[in-house]
C-alpha cells in the first residue's frame, strides 16, 4: 500500500509578484543588458515572471511595441545638454548620447530603424531636439523634418558600427579594406590617392559628430 499524498496547502506557497508593464520591461531590460535583445522573447520573458506567455500581450502587444519600451527606459538616462550651450552643440551632444547608448545594443538599433517610437522619454527627447533648432532659428518644417534625418542618421550609426564591432572578423575586414586603400595605384584611381591620408582618419566619435554637423548645416540653410 503506497504512502498517502500529503497536500501542500496554496497558502503554503509564496504568493507571485504582481505582472505589470512596468515589471515586463525591468525583466527585458535586464535580459538585453546581460545577454543581448536576440534573448529577450516572449517565452523567456514569461518563464522570468513565472507565467504564461499569452498573459503578457495584456502589457506588451507585440515584440515591436516591447522594443519601443526597451529603448524608451534607456532614452531616460539621457542627460539634457548644459546650460548656456549653443543650439548646435545642444543637438549635437543630445545626438552622441543617443549613439553611444544604442552602441552598447546594436540590436535594439537595427529594431529602432523600423520602429515608430512613441514612449514618454522619446517624445521629451525629440521635442529637446525640436526646441534647439527652434531657438537656432530653423524654419518649423525644416525642424520638423530635420529630426527625422538626424535621428535616422545616429541610429543607423549605431546599428552599423555596433554590429561591425561585434563582428568575429571585424579587424580583419578593416584590415583588409586599409591595405586595399593603401595600395591603390594613383594613376587608377586618383581621387582616392589625394584624400587617401585621409580616409582613416578620426576616431569614431569624431566622424559621427561631423556627419551630424554637416547635416545641421544643410537643415539651417532649408526653406
Given at each position: 500500500?503506497?504512502?498517502r499524498r500529503v497536500p501542500v496547502s496554496r497558502r503554503e506557497r509564496p504568493a507571485?509578484?504582481?505582472?505589470?508593464?512596468?515589471?515586463?520591461?525591468?525583466?527585458?531590460?535586464?535580459?538585453?543588458?546581460?545577454?543581448?535583445?536576440?534573448?529577450?522573447?516572449?517565452?523567456?520573458?514569461?518563464?522570468?515572471?513565472?507565467?504564461?506567455?499569452?498573459?503578457?500581450?495584456?502589457?506588451?502587444?507585440?515584440?515591436?511595441?516591447l522594443h519601443g519600451a526597451l529603448l524608451d527606459e534607456l532614452l531616460s538616462g539621457?542627460?539634457?545638454?548644459?546650460?548656456?550651450?549653443?543650439?548646435?552643440?545642444?543637438?549635437?551632444?543630445?545626438?552622441?548620447?543617443?549613439?553611444?547608448?544604442?552602441?552598447?545594443?546594436?540590436?535594439?538599433?537595427?529594431?529602432?530603424?523600423?520602429?515608430?517610437?512613441?514612449?514618454?522619454?522619446?517624445?521629451?527627447?525629440?521635442?529637446?531636439?525640436?526646441?534647439?533648432?527652434?531657438?537656432?532659428?530653423?524654419?518649423?518644417?525644416?525642424?520638423?523634418?530635420?529630426?527625422?534625418?538626424?535621428?535616422?542618421?545616429?541610429?543607423?550609426?549605431?546599428?552599423?558600427?555596433?554590429?561591425?564591432?561585434?563582428?568575429?572578423?571585424?579587424?580583419?575586414?578593416?584590415?583588409?579594406?586599409?591595405?586595399?586603400?593603401?595600395?591603390?595605384?594613383?594613376?587608377?584611381?586618383?581621387?582616392?590617392d589625394r584624400v587617401r591620408d585621409e580616409l582613416f582618419s578620426g576616431t569614431g566619435?569624431?566622424?559621427?559628430?561631423?556627419?551630424?554637423?554637416?547635416?545641421?548645416?544643410?537643415?539651417?540653410?532649408?526653406?
Amino acid at each position: 500500500m503506497s504512502p498517502r499524498r500529503v497536500p501542500v496547502s496554496r497558502r503554503e506557497r509564496p504568493a507571485k509578484a504582481a505582472l505589470s508593464r512596468e515589471a515586463v520591461i525591468a525583466v527585458a531590460l535586464r535580459i538585453m543588458r546581460d545577454e543581448g535583445l536576440e534573448k529577450v522573447t516572449m517565452r523567456r520573458l514569461a518563464s522570468e515572471l513565472d507565467t504564461g506567455p499569452a498573459s503578457l500581450y495584456v502589457y506588451v502587444t507585440n515584440t515591436a511595441e516591447l522594443h519601443g519600451a526597451l529603448l524608451d527606459e534607456l532614452l531616460s538616462g539621457l542627460e539634457a545638454p548644459a546650460a548656456g550651450i549653443a543650439w548646435r552643440g545642444g543637438v549635437v551632444a543630445l545626438l552622441s548620447q543617443y549613439t553611444r547608448m544604442l552602441f552598447a545594443h546594436p540590436s535594439l538599433a537595427r529594431s529602432v530603424l523600423t520602429l515608430r517610437p512613441s514612449g514618454p522619454n522619446y517624445l521629451r527627447f525629440v521635442d529637446s531636439l525640436l526646441g534647439l533648432l527652434l531657438a537656432g532659428g530653423v524654419a518649423a518644417r525644416s525642424a520638423a523634418w530635420g529630426v527625422d534625418l538626424l535621428l535616422q542618421l545616429a541610429t543607423a550609426t549605431a546599428a552599423e558600427q555596433g554590429t561591425r564591432d561585434r563582428s568575429a572578423d571585424a579587424e580583419g575586414e578593416v584590415y583588409l579594406q586599409a591595405m586595399a586603400v593603401r595600395e591603390a595605384a594613383a594613376a587608377e584611381y586618383p581621387s582616392i590617392d589625394r584624400v587617401r591620408d585621409e580616409l582613416f582618419s578620426g576616431t569614431g566619435e569624431e566622424r559621427y559628430r561631423f556627419a551630424f554637423d554637416a547635416l545641421l548645416d544643410g537643415i539651417a540653410a532649408a526653406r
